[in-house]
């Protein structure tokens, strides 16, 4: 792109197409072919992709796979996910394999409370504002009452709101801290709707008090916005079993608990460790959360802030050895929708909850927390016995062969000959070539 342009959203699809191949690629005709094979053949479901954002061209793969044999609670799940990394699912399989024979998965929900905040700038007297405050709460409250008639009629609505001083941090800042039961709904349109009119009522309130001067009546709104930040909608889920019986092909199974809690501990005791540990939890979360139309965003955001809520980057997951009983577990936030935004509107992410079957909430967060802790129990177990990149690679000979044009023959071949060779780039390679000549 040479020089800016005007007006591009309002384009058709197939300028917008013709404008970016033609000034932006290196090849135009091919770039054009090349989004139009990944063009949806059914025009409807290519519309309605079309118009989940703005200006779109084509429609960029996932790979969507299926983890089965998850015993959660005492029931068999199937968990779909939607990732490009090649080891991921694989992992996932082999962890639920591995504790469907120990006792499976218990998982509990701690807490759903999610947040917003009215972020507001009072330069006057605290004192007053917190007698103001505690005289228009029902006010607030009341003015929603059109936003949050169904919501409450279901058994959520919003379930508190706290005045916050923070002119400590910044001179005449304070807050509305909100807090919501949002039920089946992940709630960000309904959070949003009601704080941007609590701070309408809260301006209009403080207009009208005759206890503030006029200073104190032009309070200021600075944003009305949800947090993605939810320490209090938790979800916790474990696996244990007897030490005893975590056989393992090349080491006891003392010594195996033993390298577990050691590799949780250091991934307490050590940022850089931690980020890496909680990535390959992450790798589970984010597949299931994508799978399932949620915000991974947003997911990422709030657990990453919990993984640092005692003043350091830490471990989300937790291990013990106590009375001859290894115990394995997690804790992270998960604030999820099972119904609105994605979720009755992406073919793919019907079909994921349909899979779950048709999960609350509730549930989903359950699931959910399932796939980061097999993803790291799993990644924990290779990384404690064999080293990673033994699977890791295996997993990856298929991109190797695929980059290297392998033909469906040699493919088929060449990982019959990996099986218990180390793959490695210039290996593959050279066996190519090999076979080949
Ligand atoms: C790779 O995607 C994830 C791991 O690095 C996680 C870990 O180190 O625990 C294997």
């Not at 072919?33 to 793969?61: C, G, M, P």
């Not at 998850?70 to 699912?89: C, K, R, T």
């Not at 200073?215 to 600075?222: F, G, S, T, W």
């Amino acid at each position: 792109m040479k020089a800016p342009v005007e007006g591009f959203s309002r384009l058709a699809k197939n300028e917008k197409i013709e404008w970016i191949a033609n000034n932006c690629t290196k090849d135009p005709e091919q770039t054009k072919q090349l989004l139009k094979r990944y063009w949806n053949q059914d025009a409807k479901v290519q519309k309605l992709h079309d118009e989940f954002i703005e200006n779109t061209l084509s429609n960029y793969y996932l790979p969507f796979a299926i983890a089965p044999n998850f015993l959660i609670n005492g029931e068999f799940f199937a968990i779909p996910m939607a990732i490009e990394e090649s080891s991921v699912v694989a992992a996932a399989s082999k962890a639920a394999k591995f504790w469907l024979s120990r006792g499976g998965f218990k998982t509990q929900v701690l807490g759903t409370e999610k947040v917003g905040q009215v972020h507001f700038i009072f330069r006057g007297d605290s004192e007053k504002l917190e007698r103001f405050f505690e005289e228009i709460k029902e006010d607030l409250i009341k003015s929603t009452a059109d936003i949050t008639e169904s919501m409450e009629r279901r058994g959520g609505g919003i379930t508190a709101i706290e005045l916050r001083n923070k002119t400590e941090n910044i001179s005449g800042y304070h807050q509305l801290h909100c807090t919501f039961e949002t039920l089946d709904a992940m709630g960000a349109n309904f959070i949003n709707s009601c704080l941007e009119q609590f701070a309408k009522t809260l301006r209009e309130k403080a207009k009208a008090y005759p206890h503030f001067s006029d200073e104190e009546k032009d309070l200021e709104i600075v944003m009305s916005i949800l947090s993605n930040y939810v320490p209090n909608c938790i979800v916790k889920g474990e696996v244990s079993c007897p030490v005893e019986e975590l056989n393992e092909d090349d080491l006891s199974p003392e010594l195996f608990a033993k390298k577990m809690v050691q590799a949780v501990q250091i991934a307490k005791a050590d940022p850089f460790r931690a980020v890496t540990h909680n990535k390959g939890i992450m790798n589970g979360v984010d597949a299931v959360i994508l799978a399932t139309g949620n915000d991974f965003r947003a997911i990422e955001a709030g657990i990453h802030a919990y993984a640092a809520k005692d003043g350091s980057y830490s471990s989300l997951t937790h291990a013990s050895i106590e009375d001859g009983v290894f115990t394995f577990w997690i804790e992270i936030p998960l604030a999820l929708g099972t119904v609105g935004g994605l979720t009755s509107l992406h073919p793919l992410v019907k079909l994921a909850l349909e899979i779950l079957r048709n999960p609350t909430a509730k549930e989903l967060m359950q699931i959910v927390a399932v796939a980061g802790l097999a993803q790291n129990f799993a990644a924990l177990r290779s990384l404690t016995t064999t080293g990673i990149q033994k699977g890791h690679m295996k997993m990856h000979l298929m991109n190797l062969l695929n980059q290297m044009g392998a033909t469906e023959d040699e493919k088929t071949t060449l990982v019959n000959y990996f099986k218990d060779r180390t793959v490695t780039n210039a290996s593959v390679k050279e066996a190519l070539e090999n076979h080949r000549s």
